[in-house]
């Protein structure tokens, strides 16, 4: 059984560009999140789906946030008009479903640089 | 505001010793807890969940307590091993199926 998978490991990019990272939960797994993880600080959440209920998108930074899953599945978060201030691991997590105080599942994260 | 807090000092631990971290939180009112490891360059990994009417869960050489009234949750690893130096992550339930994470505490086992 295959864990969280995320999709690149590492980014570099140039201030202004849009780049997309690539979550695959746990297969069966309704629920998915989105973290972000600064040097030296918490996570921050970003945003939460759960089946085919709207997603939770109250962490969202900004506008220039967005993400989807398709098909109950795999999820992508695309930053656009990236910034410095972007640079951080994003970490996505899976949870086999709610309300049941259950734990996650969480990805190795993708490390995104911004210069 | 709401607010977890662990120290953000490490902790540095003699092997064989009980390492014992702490975690407060304010305006908050958990039904559930959790800790996570969490190792360099590596998503947290879970370890415990503590419900709101529990005051202790163990799991092989970790313990965990947990104080609604002090608003506290402390974490033991008793028989401290240097394979257990990692950064340690507390996790409050919130409304609408999320995790609110502390900032981590880091611990060092020194042989």
């Known amino acids: 059984g295959a864990g969280v998978s995320q999709s690149p490991s590492n980014k570099v990019t140039e201030k202004g560009k849009d780049v997309e990272l690539r979550c695959d939960p746990i297969?069966?797994?309704?629920?998915l999140y989105w973290y972000r993880q600064s040097l030296g600080q918490g996570l921050e959440f970003l945003i939460y789906?759960?089946?085919?209920?709207?997603?939770?998108k109250s962490g969202l930074p900004s506008d220039r946030f967005s993400a989807e899953r398709t098909g109950g599945s795999v999820s992508t978060l695309t930053i656009q008009r990236t910034q410095q201030e972007d640079s951080a691991v994003y970490l996505c997590?899976?949870?086999?479903?709610?309300?049941?105080?259950?734990?996650?599942?969480f990805g190795p994260g993708t490390r995104l640089l911004v210069l | 505001s709401q607010k977890i807090e662990q120290n953000s000092e490490a902790l540095n631990i003699q092997e064989g010793k009980t390492a014992t971290l702490t975690c407060n939180y304010t305006n908050y009112s958990p039904a559930y807890l959790q800790w996570y490891r969490q190792d360099p360059g590596r998503g947290p990994v879970f370890l415990l969940l503590?419900?709101?009417?529990?005051k202790e869960k163990r799991k092989e050489r970790l313990k965990v307590t947990f104080d609604t009234t002090l608003k506290q949750s402390l974490f033991h690893i008793t028989a401290s091993q240097p394979a257990d130096s990692a950064t340690y992550l507390c996790?409050?339930?919130?409304?609408?199926?999320?995790?609110?994470f502390g900032k981590g505490n880091q611990v060092v086992v020194i042989p």
């Open positions: 503590i419900r709101e009417n529990e």
């Open positions: 997590a899976s949870s086999p479903m709610t309300g049941s105080q259950e734990t996650q599942y």
């Open positions: 996790a409050l339930d919130m409304v609408g199926d999320r995790l609110a």
């Open positions: 297969s069966g797994h309704t629920a």
């Open positions: 789906f759960q089946g085919n209920s709207a997603p939770d």
